[in-house]
């Protein structure tokens, strides 16, 4: 049986404690797009791509992963907010925005084993020293407590050059086995310190992380989390991360961003139920942040199939690729646009420049090939 709620799209949304508000329920998620400069400063195509999606009605626009230290850096033409240098640019990017009627986040991040050496130059780091593709090596490097420190500090002054910059928020890349799943996962996080055992020492670093920016940054500014509720590769099941959401409701994130690539699949540790990930989540606490959840939505039928599962925003990736106004046209519930491939000149008449659109030719199905 489907489950109804009053809650539409098109409703307004007022964050709890910052009491920030955005026109509709629907969220551009974070998505790599390598358009920017190799020393990190973001470029006109990337501001254009992001501004397109905020005109085309988003409530909230993400940027894509952008990384808080040289080391931290993963995917060529990744923009970054390591460095005072940055703030210019990203300050156009965020006038642009708040131009229109969105909110923009940027999505902060370190990736760890998947920083490969060849990027960055660093071996890569990680909770413990494991195998490692990326590494010359062929193992990571295991955090020392320096290098933790560093981490948090990395993360806080990205914070505070986003806030500077005139971000509206961020949101912690603590999803798709960067590092802070890695530190979170119990099979790549080894550690019998404190920053490793259980669940509780495994959130250590997202803890401090978390507290050290919150010192850092205005009331006003908005902390949020994206995480995997499942990632069997690096020991991420559903039981802890239940645990592991009480714990970020009680440090007082502002949201809660659950990463299921498929919003309406069953979940793969728990077998004896037929709940989606976000509605097992949602019925397991009455006192949670904002929750997004994001993952195989398309049509205007499918974001309101998710708010009735009890998310209380939408979250889009793909979607939005194809469809700069999906956070406008969505709010209709009859609302389907065309999935899937698309030619590269319709990508381009959508704001994405050349870089983009042969990342995602890489994507099966997703450009028509030449």
């Known amino acids: ?93 965020t006038s642009s925005i708040h131009s229109t009627s969105s909110i923009i986040l940027a999505q902060l991040f370190h990736g760890g084993l998947k920083s490969s050496q060849s990027i960055t130059g660093f071996i890569p780091i990680s909770p413990s020293e494991i195998e490692c593709g990326g590494s010359n090596t062929g193992k990571s490097r295991e955090a020392s407590k320096d290098d933790i420190d560093k981490i948090i500090k990395d993360f806080t002054e990205a914070a505070i050059r986003c806030s500077e910059s005139g971000f509206d928020g961020i949101e912690l890349h603590g999803a798709h086995g960067y590092l802070l799943s890695q530190f979170l996962g119990n099979k790549t996080n080894l550690r019998n310190d404190k920053w490793g055992g259980d669940i509780n020492g495994r959130s250590t670093l997202l803890i401090e992380i978390f507290k050290s920016i919150k010192n850092n940054v205005p009331e006003s500014f908005i902390v949020g989390i994206r995480i995997s509720p499942e990632i069997e590769t690096i020991g ?3 039981k802890d991360t239940i645990d592991l959401i009480a714990i970020l409701k009680d440090l007082g994130f502002d949201f809660i961003h659950i990463s299921c690539w498929d919003v309406f699949a069953p979940p793969v540790t728990f077998l004896d ?98």
């Open 1 to 93: 049986m489907v489950k109804t709620t009053n809650v539409k799209l098109s409703d307004s949304y007022t964050f709890l404690r910052p009491r920030k508000k955005i026109e509709n329920r629907t969220v551009l998620a974070a998505m790599t797009n390598k358009q920017s400069y190799d020393n990190g400063v973001i470029s006109d195509n990337e501001i254009n791509w992001l501004v397109a999606r905020a005109r085309g009605g988003f409530g909230i626009i993400t940027t894509a992963a952008t990384h808080i230290s040289k080391e931290a850096k993963a995917w060529d033409g990744e923009f970054g907010v390591f460095d005072d240098m940055h703030i210019p640019s990203l300050r156009k990017l």
């Open 273 to 370: 139920t037929d709940k989606t990930l976000t509605e097992i989540i949602v019925e397991s606490y009455t006192d949670l942040p904002t929750i997004i959840s994001t993952g195989a939505v398309w049509s205007g039928l499918d974001a309101q199939k998710l708010l009735n599962q009890g998310a209380d925003l939408v979250g889009v990736a793909r979607a939005g690729i194809g469809h700069p106004n999906w956070g406008r046209m969505a709010c209709d519930i009859k609302y389907n646009p065309q999935k899937p491939p698309y030619t590269r000149e319709y990508l381009r008449d959508k704001k994405l420049s050349d870089v983009f659109i042969d990342y995602m030719s890489h994507w099966k199905d997703f450009v028509i090939k030449k």
């Open 236 to 238: 991420i099941n559903l």
